[in-house]
């Protein structure tokens, strides 16, 4: 007796136990929003390509400086054979050749561009734009990962509301197959009433079993986003996610014209490309240079160099390049055309998605108001039904297809409530508002 107590205690500790691995955490849509651009992969690493193209721009535009060089030698030598002629009229008699056994040479050199075709300042403005671009993107993808906490916040929160209805509804059928099952003992309703309620509570099982399914994958796919334990269940409450304010709803295109950050990424992008051209031309004009120098010379017992200063210009032209230059140039143009003809693709497109969004929202509002009066409509047929049946004048058919009825509508109330407020954000992230709303 006392081992079975034991085994029970130790049961109920396991219990606890499995229970309290399940760290249950409330989370509102804002705070899931920032701990997702905290957390996520695709924005650190658009941060990353932001990062890098701030560097490459500091790179280029580093070629501004001069070109400063030191270098210094030092060279032994051994039994070098030197001969030493000059016009002196003792040149034809011999001389002893000086001992040279050692070299030491030390250099510095100095060079500043000053005109390379424009080369410089336009490779400047390519690289400033395209870092302007990235950080476009950077937005962008924050702004695509906010919309995606969201449809799994929206579906986590309508996957919770069904479970949470069809719980009540599965204690109903359980307590109508218990009523039924005296009323078939004491010979009022026929076992045939009896298998139909008790079907219905199979049928309610399986909706339960599949919602909680789903519930399950929903609420590790958030968490996976968010980075957080995979065991944590996230509990949303309904003032987490209904409070909202749809001021200023966007009703066209042109906020998404003006704020949606892929297509100002283009638009940098273009700029870019338009100063890559100016780059490309460059090779047809020469390049000038301010050039300097110092140099020590010290060749041992033969001649020593000290303070030997050089400075002028210096002049270069790849003649060359009057002839290979043009492709270069054409291959600049052609990509600043891809540039522009993406720009135009995705304009036609964001006006597709913001058309889409704006229809979608309003379908939402007009069905959440359908389903609130199929909700009032369904609760009052049931009522008059459950009259009907329980004076008699109506079958259990009727009775269960009011209940089923009254289940369905309560639901899809629940869940237009639900897709009014996903369909909004989805307008707000097609016109390039989302961020704002987060206060990025």
Same mark, same amino acid.
């Given at each position: 007796m006392k081992a079975n107590h034991l085994i029970l205690f130790g049961t109920i500790l396991l219990g606890i136990s499995s229970v309290e691995a399940q760290e249950k955490k409330s989370l509102s849509l804002d705070e899931a929003v920032h701990l997702a651009w905290d957390k996520s992969n695709e924005v650190n690493l658009a941060n990353a390509k932001v990062a890098t193209k701030k560097y490459e721009l500091q790179s280029v535009k580093n070629h501004i400086y001069p070109d400063l060089k030191a270098s210094a030698q030092y060279q032994r030598l051994t039994k070098a054979s030197v001969n030493l002629k000059s016009n002196s009229s003792d040149s034809g008699s011999d001389s002893k050749a000086p001992n040279v056994d050692q070299l030491v040479l030390g250099q510095i050199t100095a060079n500043l561009p000053i005109f390379s075709g424009f080369k410089l300042q336009n490779s400047i403005k390519v690289s400033d734009n395209l870092y302007q671009a990235e950080t476009a993107n950077a937005l962008q993808t924050k702004e695509e990962t906010a919309m995606? *906490? %969201? !449809? @799994? @916040?929206?579906? =986590?929160y309508k996957a919770q509301k069904t479970v949470e209805l069809l719980n009540e509804n599965y204690k109903s059928a359980q307590q109508r197959v218990k009523d039924f099952t005296e009323l078939e003992k004491n010979e009022i309703v026929p076992k045939n009433d009896l298998l139909k309620t008790q079907l219905q509570l199979s049928k309610v099982q399986l909706s339960l079993d599949k919602a909680k399914s789903d519930l399950s994958v929903i609420n590790y796919e958030l968490t996976n986003l968010l980075k957080l334990d995979p065991k944590t269940i996230i509990e949303i409450r309904e003032s987490d996610f209904y409070n909202f304010e749809t001021n200023n709803v966007p009703v066209d295109e042109n906020p998404a014209l003006e704020n949606r950050k892929d297509l100002e990424a283009l638009r940098f992008e273009e700029k870019a490309s338009q100063a890559h051209i100016k780059v490309a031309r460059s090779g047809y004009y020469p390049s000038l240079s301010l050039i300097g120098g110092y140099t020590t010379l010290d060749l041992k017992n033969v001649v020593t160099v000290q303070n030997a200063m050089n400075f002028g210009v210096g002049l270069s032209y790849n003649i060359s390049d009057i002839f290979k230059n043009g492709t270069e140039v054409k291959i600049a143009k052609s990509k600043a055309a891809e540039v522009q003809n993406s720009e135009m693709l995705l304009t036609d497109y964001i006006k597709i998605? *913001?058309?889409?969004? %704006?229809e979608e929202y309003d379908l939402a509002q007009k069905? !959440? =108001? *359908? @389903?609130?009066?199929a909700v009032d409509q369904a609760t009052e047929n049931y009522r008059m039904i459950k009259d009907k049946y329980d004076n008699g004048l109506s079958d259990t058919n009727d009775l269960l297809e009011a209940d089923v009825e009254q289940l369905s509508a309560k639901i899809n109330k629940a869940l237009a409530k639900a897709n009014i407020i996903q369909k909004y954000y989805n307008l707000l992230s097609v016109t390039g508002q989302l961020n704002q709303t987060f206060k990025l």
């Open positions: 995606k *906490v %969201i !449809n @799994y @916040y929206a579906a =986590l998605q *913001v058309q889409q969004a %704006i069905q !959440n =108001l *359908v @389903y609130t009066q």
